[in-house]
C-alpha cells in the first residue's frame, strides 16, 4: 500500500494548496489539470483494487479446497482407527495437522486482502466525490456551461475499464498422487464395497 499512500498524499496536498479559499478563483488550466491528477489517481486505485479482489477470490477459493481437504483427512484417520490401520491413522492425522496449519495461513493472507479492498473502495469513493466536485467547479468557472458542451465534455474523464473476472486466473497443473493417497483410495473403495454388500444382504434398501 505504500504507493497508493504516496499517490493519495500527493493529490490532497494538491488539493489543499489549489482549493484554498483565499487563493480566489482557480484558472481553467489549473482545474484541468487537477481533474486529470485525480482522474489518474483514481485509476491507480482501481487497477490495485482489481488486483487486491483478484488475491481475495483465490485465497477464498484455496480456503475452500483447504477446509475440503481436512475434513477429507480427519475421515480417512478415523476409517483407518476403526479398520486397525494405524500406520495410515498416523499419516492421517499427519496430514490432517498440515492442513490445518496452511488453512490458518490461507485465511490470514485472505482477511489481509479483504482489508485492503475495503480501504481501496474507501480511496475510490473518495476520489470520485473529489472528482465531481471539481468539475463542477469547472463548469461554474466556464459560466454553467451546459453538460453537452465541448467544454464540459472535455472535463469529462474516459470510463474505467472493467475489473478482470477473478475466476479467470489459470490454476497449476495437477501434481502426481502419492503412494499413500492411492492406500487411502483402495481403503475407500474397500469401504464402498463392504457398504454396498450390506446393502445387498439387507434388502437393498436406498440411502
Known amino acids: 500500500m505504500g504507493l497508493y499512500e504516496k499517490a493519495r498524499n500527493l493529490v490532497e496536498a494538491r488539493l489543499r494548496a489549489l482549493l484554498d479559499p483565499a ?5 481553467e488550466a489549473r482545474l484541468k489539470a487537477l481533474i486529470l491528477d485525480v482522474d489518474r489517481h483514481r485509476r491507480d486505485l482501481l487497477g490495485s ?5 483478484n488475491e481475495r477470490a483465490y485465497f477464498a477459493r484455496q480456503a475452500a479446497e483447504k477446509q475440503a481437504a481436512l475434513a477429507l483427512w480427519k475421515a480417512r484417520r478415523e476409517l483407518a482407527r476403526e479398520r486397525g490401520r494405524e500406520d495410515l491413522a498416523r499419516e492421517a492425522e499427519e496430514r490432517a495437522r498440515a492442513s490445518e496449519t496452511e488453512l490458518a495461513s ?3 493472507a485472505r482477511d489481509l486482502a479483504a482489508a485492503a479492498v475495503a480501504n481501496l473502495r474507501v480511496g475510490v469513493e473518495r476520489a470520485e466525490r473529489m472528482l465531481r466536485f471539481l468539475r463542477q ?4 468557472a466556464a459560466g454553467a456551461a451546459p453538460p453537452d458542451s465541448p467544454a464540459a465534455a472535455s472535463a469529462e474523464a474516459a470510463p474505467a475499464a472493467s475489473l478482470p473476472d477473478p475466476d479467470s486466473a489459470a490454476l497449476p497443473p495437477g501434481t502426481p498422487v502419492d503412494p499413500m493417497e492411492l492406500e487411502f483410495q483402495r481403503l475407500e473403495l474397500d469401504e464402498l464395497a463392504r457398504e454396498l454388500d450390506r446393502r445387498g444382504r439387507s434388502g437393498g434398501a436406498s440411502p
Open 137 to 140: 467547479r469547472r463548469r461554474a
Open 49 to 53: 483494487l482489481a488486483q487486491h479482489e
Open 106 to 108: 490461507i485465511e490470514r
Open 23 to 27: 487563493a480566489g478563483p482557480l484558472p
